[in-house]
């Protein structure tokens, strides 16, 4: 499960992160800001490749000593991150894709929101809870 | 700063080389002598041969040689490796002496120059005192010699000496010194270089036969120091493959090692040691997968191996050490031609240890805050009589003692508290700086613009720590940009809090406001009792007086700070500053409309302006001016 959930708007401002446990909420505020020179990196490199058939999902960004960092990046350049406990080894590749693509669906759900205007940030408690679900439960 | 106890050794660091010493040299006051000397020790590139050369005189007395234990049954080794190993044989203990005599083939007086030859040869055996070390002989000539087999003399002669030296046809040499010295010269260390690796191979050899007498039981640690040895006998005889191959070996034997409070610091130190050749010899091998899969082995083997609880500030020390020096191994691969990439450089290795340092500040900050009148022991217990420690990694107070079971615990106290007293001592903050510095620079090269700035704003926060509060901000100040324009809130509110901290605490009237005015507004994520707080102290220094500190700053320089304050306060008078606000996100926003598109001539032009203060208290405005940036406008500009 994950530690920390963001969805980042194209122009690399955060549109929504939530982390546990919330004391070192700053922790992983920085660790996904530093995560999008990867991203930013990995998006150059793919290029101008069809967009239909381009991999959303970037992988592991960066392991750091305690956490690993994943990535996904939507077709209008809305970036998904996720930072997972390093000794968390139960979590796979496929898993994580999975947990993005939810986390995807559920973005999309709230583009749809009529009363929801892009860019600001997400406040959707439909998306919050979601987001829970994905995330360790810490008692 | 001078090295500290977790720096690496240099004789473990340095590339080992085969060690020739050259005895019969008279370089200061004969010249041929002197040019024979330039000749091996000027322009040593790459493509001569890796030896180390020491001009030594011929009586010189080498290390001696310890008599040959005959059995290893009631033998308890006191330690992994003695700290003066390395050294001796890298320094000390030659492969090969060679010994220089001038004599020609011609000689008039040839019985008595080959008898003092001899004696000199002679002499150098006897200093070597039973060490398989192999003597040469070089003859410095005045002719060219002949072409082999047409000089009957000469051969005859060189039988001859051979024989009364007890040497080899083969370590016997001739030295023409005629115009081709150098090329004679590489000749020359060509041979040596042979003799030597056949010297370091009949050491591996005398190492690897201590091993039958061993057992499992009460000799693990000769396990160790064995193939230690073993494999850095390879390393002299430069052959790296094998010596890879038997560090791996001790690093498995090392981790076999029962493992106790007592002796952690020793194995993690050994453990250390063979990791650091390893990485090296795989870099150097140009495998650099294999560096960083036996660093992490390393890493996530010996990360729990904390050891003793009030000493846990010496594992994140080592711990810290260890990443640094693979970030300095893995960048001076990189010097050398790798290419590392924007995931995978050392400036990580460096920022983790900067972690290490940080925490290793944290742990030394509760373990060792010890009252003012607690005394540094006496006796030192850290002093060891020679001055260094017999093995890497043993206690100065219990060296050689194998026991578990601490046969003095008063000794054991005042030894750590001895230990906690000298952490105390330590520049926490400086090698903390270095190690960020260090991996801001990589990052910097490795396209990583965001890591570079969060490690900056760690820079600038330690800088703060260590009250250092002009450089903190001077970094602070030179990041926070980049987080304004990527609207990343949070982080930019922590570094303006730091940031007005800084300036609180230098007094810097201009800074704190326009900090102040920022962390008002609706970029700050505070909440409203704290920016309550700084709006109260904000209105303060307009009506000219000292705010209230922030909170959290440490006490001395809090009193400082406010001596200076007052004397700022008492200087009145120029309180006005002009701060441009279109750089950041100030509490007050403001937006002008027109009331049409376009107004005819002489009708008043008609607009408004909208004025949105976000702090939580009323503000008032003392005067509000309308500038127009199109210069036509100006002269109607309205106060």
């Not at chain 2, 290390?63 to 308890?76: A, G, Q």
């Not at chain 2, 509110?493 to 300036?503: G, N, R, V």
């Not at chain 2, 405005?621 to 106060?639: D, G, R, Y």
């Amino acid at each position: 499960m994950a530690v920390c959930v963001a969805v980042i708007a194209k122009e690399n401002y955060p549109l929504y992160i939530r982390s546990v446990p919330t004391e070192s909420e700053l922790k992983f505020h920085y660790m996904v800001h530093t995560s999008l020179d990867v991203v930013d990196e990995k998006i150059s490199a793919m290029g101008k490749a069809l967009v239909d058939q381009r991999e959303l999902y970037l992988g592991l960004l960066y392991p750091t000593e305690d956490y690993k960092v994943y990535g996904y990046v939507t077709n209008s350049k809305v970036k998904f991150v996720m930072v997972v406990d390093s000794s968390n080894t139960a979590l796979r590749d496929n898993e994580i894709r999975s947990m993005f693509r939810k986390l995807h669906n559920s973005y999309t759900d709230v583009m749809c929101n009529p009363f929801y205007n892009p860019g600001d940030r997400i406040q959707s408690r439909a998306f919050d809870s979601m987001v829970t679900t994905m995330m360790i439960q810490v008692c | 700063m001078g090295p500290t106890q977790w720096d690496f050794p240099v004789e473990l660091c340095c590339r080992p080389m085969a060690f020739v010493t050259l005895t019969g040299l008279d370089v200061v006051y004969n010249a041929v002598h002197r040019a024979v000397w330039d000749a091996f020790c000027a322009n040593r590139r790459a493509d001569r041969v890796p030896i180390s050369f020491k001009v030594l005189p011929g009586d010189h007395e080498y290390p001696k040689c310890r008599p040959k234990r005959t059995s290893y049954e009631w033998y308890i080794p006191k330690g992994i490796l003695k700290t003066g190993w390395m050294n001796k044989h890298l320094n000390l203990v030659p492969a090969l002496v060679v010994v220089f005599y001038e004599l020609d083939w011609d000689e008039p007086q040839w019985k008595e120059k080959q008898s003092e030859c001899a004696t000199r040869v002679e002499i150098v055996r006897q200093s070597l005192q039973g060490r398989n070390t192999k003597v040469a002989v070089v003859l410095i000539q005045k002719k060219t010699p002949l072409p082999p087999g047409e000089d009957v003399v000469a051969s005859e002669r060189a039988a001859a000496l051979c024989n009364a030296c007890e040497l080899s046809g083969k370590s016997l040499f001739v030295l023409p010194h005629t115009d081709h010295l150098v090329g004679y010269i590489i000749r020359l260390e060509n041979a040596f270089y042979e003799h030597a690796q056949t010297y370091y191979y009949t050491e591996i050899r005398r190492v690897k036969s201590h091993k039958e007498f061993l057992n499992k039981t009460t000799h693990q640690l000769l396990f160790v120091r064995h193939q230690f040895k073993i494999a850095f006998f390879s390393e002299l005889k430069q052959d790296t493959q094998n010596a890879l191959k038997n560090y791996r070996t001790a690093y498995n034997l090392v981790h076999e090692l029962r493992a106790h409070e007592t002796n952690i610091l020793e194995i993690k130190t050994m453990a250390g040691f063979i990791n650091y050749k390893i990485c090296r010899l795989c870099f150097q091998h140009n495998t650099p997968l294999d560096a960083i899969a036996q660093f992490r082995k390393h890493i996530d083997l010996c990360k729990k191996k904390i050891g003793s609880a009030e000493l846990s500030f010496e594992h994140a020390a080592w711990m810290s050490k260890q990443f640094q020096v693979f970030g300095d191994l893995f960048d001076e691969a990189i010097k050398l031609g790798l290419t590392a990439i924007q995931t995978q450089n050392p400036g990580f290795y460096y920022q983790q240890a900067a972690y290490y340092a940080q925490e290793r500040k944290q742990l030394a900050k509760t373990l060792c805050n010890h009252e003012v009148s607690v005394m540094y022991p006496n006796p030192d217990p850290l002093e060891t009589q020679t001055g260094v420690l017999d093995f890497y990694g043993q206690r100065p107070w219990r060296q050689g003692i194998l026991s578990f079971d601490l046969s003095d615990p008063e000794k054991e106290k005042v030894g750590i508290l001895a230990i906690q007293l000298k952490e105390k001592n330590v520049v926490h903050s400086e090698i903390i700086i270095t190690l960020l510095s260090n991996a801001v620079a990589q990052f910097k090269k490795y396209k990583c613009p965001r890591m570079k700035s969060h490690l900056m704003v760690q820079m600038g926060e330690e800088y703060y720590y260590a009250k250092d509060y002009t450089k903190a901000l001077k970094l602070l100040d030179y990041v926070m940009c980049d987080y304004r324009t990527e609207g990343w809130w949070m982080l930019l509110t922590s570094i303006l809090t730091t940031a007005l901290k800084c300036s609180y605490l230098m007094a810097q009237l201009k800074d704190y406001i326009t900090y102040s005015l920022e962390l008002l507004g609706r970029a700050s994520t505070l909440k409203d009792d704290q920016k309550s707080r700084i709006e109260k102290n904000l209105i303060n220094v307009l009506m000219n007086e000292s705010p209230d500190p922030e909170p959290d700053c440490d006490i001395l320089a809090v009193k400082t700070a406010q001596k200076l304050w007052v004397d700022r306060v008492s200087l009145a008078g120029s309180n006005i500053f002009t701060i441009g606000v279109q750089d950041f996100v100030p509490f007050v926003q403001c937006k002008a409309k027109f009331h049409a598109p376009s107004f005819h001539v002489d009708v008043p032009v008609q607009f408004d302006i909208y004025l949105k203060a976000d702090c939580p208290h009323p503000i008032r405005f003392s005067k509000l001016c309308v500038n127009f940036n199109n210069q036509v406008m100006e002269p109607f500009n309205i106060s």
